[in-house]
């Protein structure tokens, strides 16, 4: 219900209704407090929290270097695929915070809460209840861990979520062309973040069409000329790379994920099936009572955030960091759900009192599903002291030193970053014969001829290793105990250490100056 349309005197409230109210509210808060206090801890540990995050600080890197984000594939370099504003807009943290993950974990964090204010304003603005606005936010909050502990991190998903947050709040409620304008530039901004923004807003563009025609024309003027200024520049700075890479090598990535039906078991039906039943019921209530425009409106954005969740999360690396976007529409759509449940039983107070229990009931329950150790995801004093004695070993090699999956380490011990395993793996699973060709042999030219006095492996089921046991030995694992393991996403670390066979690099020294016991 919009602010414009009359909402009936609301009576008095009973304790219990009191009581069951400050239920929902207490454990709201806590979903937002606990987030807020995981991010505050993890925010400063100097290593990665999820195995990609190091790349994203190889990628500002390279912006503050003014070194081309998007060249040809290579084993110094080679880019996510992704559009470039994250990186930007954390090339500016470093100037604040310096050089590190720190910098890029504020900019995201920073970006969730902005995403938690828009949650909280889109249910407000439309029941002028805080109390369904605050669960909004507490729910979206509370699936931190079952989007895998992903809103803080140094990767571009909760800058693009909050861009496309932004962007559904102008459509929804502004009523001028300046409204559609800013929310075409959002959208613009959301999808130079994350480009499955496209895909995502596609019907509630539709929904635009349909029933704000006003605002349909300078959204898309502004959103189509916004967005292809910035891909006209960046492609043509970078010879057509940062098409390939973005639009061309991403729609070629297999859909070797996880299995269709995952997500529907792993998240929908496991996490939020209580929120995805109380948004079923705000939709089929709302057709039945025909508010036509407002159903559609979040049918639309279910269906759009939900279709772009289920497509990244099977796709092949697909995570859960997939279902954020259909988390935040959903905790707003189900908290409308709620709302409108106990607005059927306005004056008839017994009956009120009955449903506010049974709903405070199916809130608690529903956030108790989503619970979570929030130590699991706090890095250790060990885990840091690990990471330590991790850059000793390698510095004593007094030349190059190739660690896969986590070229972010070199610039500390005073030697060069190389592009990651999962650059190698988005090149060979497209349909670029000449760039896989030049790839493959550009890093067996490398492993081959010698060029790195050690290289640091996550496993040893490595596409690569028998061209590396060629010229290489290996020595062992660098861990023995159960630290440095990432607390988001692929659980993996740098641990299996190779030195060249030559008589200049002496198996003492990488075994001697900091082996992990």
Known sequence: MSESEQLPARPGRSPFTLAAEALIATASVAGLVVFAAVAYFRMRFPFELEWIEGSMLDHVRRVIAGLPLYPPPSLDFIPALYPPLYYYVAALACRAFGDGLFALR?????????????????????????????????????????????????????????????????????????????????AAAATLTKQTALPALAPLVCWTVFYRRRRAVPLLASFGAAFAVAAFLLDRASAGWFWRYCFT?????????????AFW?????????????????????????RRNAETWFYA???????????????????????FLPLAAVLAIVAALGFAEAVRMFAGR??????????????CLAQFASLRYD?????????????????????????????????????????????????????????????????????????????RFDAIVLDDLDYPFLRILLTRYRYVGELFRNDEFWPKSGIVTRPDFLFVRNDPAVSEDDATGSGRHG
């Not at 792993?266 to 009572?289: C, D, K, N, R, S």
Request: charged share 10%; hydrophobic share 55%; aromatic share 12%.
């Open 349 to 362: 107070p017994r009956a009120q009192r009955l449903a506010i229990a049974a709903i405070a009931a199916l």
């Open 374 to 450: 929030p130590a699991a995801l706090v890095p250790s004093p060990a885990d840091a002291a690990a990471g330590g004695r991790l850059l000793a070993t390698l510095r004593v090699f007094p030349g190059e030193v190739f660690i896969a999956g986590h070229g972010y380490l070199g610039p500390s011990i005073g030697k060069r970053s190389h592009s990651h395993a999962q650059g190698w793996q988005d090149v060979f699973h497209t349909r670029d014969s000449a760039a896989k060709r030049a790839l493959e042999a550009e890093i067996t030219a490398a492993f081959a001829g010698g």
């Open 249 to 261: 090598y991403q729609a070629q990535q297999p859909m070797s994920g996880h299995s269709p039906w």
């Open 300 to 322: 639309a954005l279910l269906a759009g955030t939900g279709g772009i969740s289920w497509l990244a999360y099977t796709k092949s690396g697909g995570a859960d960091n997939n």
């Open 106 to 186: 504020v900019v995201s964090s920073i970006a969730a809460l902005g995403c938690f204010v828009l949650i909280f304003e889109v249910v407000r603005r439309e029941q002028r209840r805080a109390l369904w606005a605050l669960f909004a936010a507490g729910l979206f909050a509370a699936t931190y861990r079952a989007c895998g502990a992903w809103l803080d991190l140094a990767r571009v998903d909760s800058l693009f979520l909050f861009f496309l947050l932004a962007s559904i709040a102008c459509v929804r409620f502004g009523d001028s062309a300046a409204a559609g304008v800013a929310a075409g530039l959002l």
């Open 265 to 289: 078991t792993v998240f929908i039906f496991g996490q939020t099936p209580i929120a995805a039943m109380a948004a079923v019921a705000y939709l089929a209530g709302g057709w039945f009572g």
